[in-house]
């Protein structure tokens, strides 16, 4: 599919002409998955690099600009988050010469939209500019959609913290690794997008339609510095849910070792009064059986109670709470007693001086 919109600082038609371009017209040429031979004729009427083209013969994913004979190639990337998934990348390529602008996408991209807005909106500056500012414009335009993108991790990012505090499972983990590796990517395309900028406004700080894309640095930028600040929380949070795990696998190892301390005494005696080498019946000890169930019982309610006492068992999160309340008191006390002490010594001192 091919759209052409041609238009000057008078009239925007819609439905231009690639014969527009020596007609006082800037003219953008719109390309949605174009097949081969529609590309190579577009190539040839244009004069389009061999390699630029076999660049976008490839599909690169790779954000670059490089600066032509006759014309300058971009390609920069359209991205969509649906989380939990990874990142959806499209190739928006880019052909920019005198007085005509070409892009070749794929049809999940709609930038006939996009450039429909910006000349209604923008009509005037646009249209009495040459057409790169149209080329600076859609490219300000993609790097603002970035920001949704951030907007989606940040949410990931809050709602898997939440979550870092419930139960432990391993389909959350791997969302929490696959959300790492989603930041990565960002980081990367970003730093390519920001030296197309950055690129742009020192080598063509000449043209006075380069400030359409002054302001994208300092955003790119800005977005760079929220990713790797994501980043950050993101390690924090695997990090966190990592000693969780840790803490629920003592805390299941606790309880198995408090009742294998409880049963290891009952075993032992039960081992020995089931021994076919005595027979403790024969004693002369009345209800000996139930002498023995009565202290083996003893001595389980003894240890239940201990390592109740103790809090390695049924320990409650007031009872947790209070530990540590009365711990930050002692260290209150302890640095009051501290400052007494040094108040005392120091008026001594000052006793002494006089």
Known sequence: MRTIVS??????????????????????????????????????????????????????????????????????????????????????????GR???????????????????????????????QIDALYYNVLAEIVSKYEQLLTGIELSVNEYQRRSFTRPSEVIFEEIDNLSRQTIILRRHFWRVRNIINFLVHNEQDKEEIKYVEMVYDDISQLIDFVESYEGTINSIRELYVAKVSLQINDTMRVLTVF???????????????????????????????LVMLFMTAIAIGLLLFFIKKQWLWASNKTKSES??????????????????????FRKGEDCAN
Request: proline residues 4%.
């Open 324 to 345: 540590v309340h009365e711990a930050n008191s002692r260290e209150q006390k302890s640095e009051k007693k501290k400052s007494h002490i040094s108040y005392t010594v």
């Open 260 to 290: 294998t301390v409880i049963l290891l005494p009952l075993t032992l005696i039960a081992g020995i009064y089931g021994m076919n080498g005595v027979d403790i019946n024969k004693f002369d000890f009345p209800g000996g059986f139930i």
């Open 99 to 129: 007085h005509w602008l070409i892009t070749a996408h794929t049809s999940g991209i709609n930038l006939k939209e996009l450039v429909e807005k910006l000349l209604k909106i923008k009509n005037k500056k646009i249209k009495e500019a």
């Open 7 to 96: 238009y000057n600082e008078h009239e925007v038609k819609s439905e231009g002409s690639i014969n527009d371009v020596g007609n006082g017209y800037n003219v953008w040429i719109d390309l949605t998955d174009p097949t081969h031979d529609e590309a190579v004729e577009l190539a040839n009427k244009f004069d389009l690099d061999p390699k630029a083209l076999e660049t976008y013969f490839n599909k690169s994913k790779k954000p670059e600009i490089r600066v032509l004979d006759n014309h300058t190639f971009t390609v920069i990337l359209d991205m969509k988050n649906k989380d939990p998934r990874p990142l959806e990348t499209e190739g928006i390529y880019m052909f920019l």
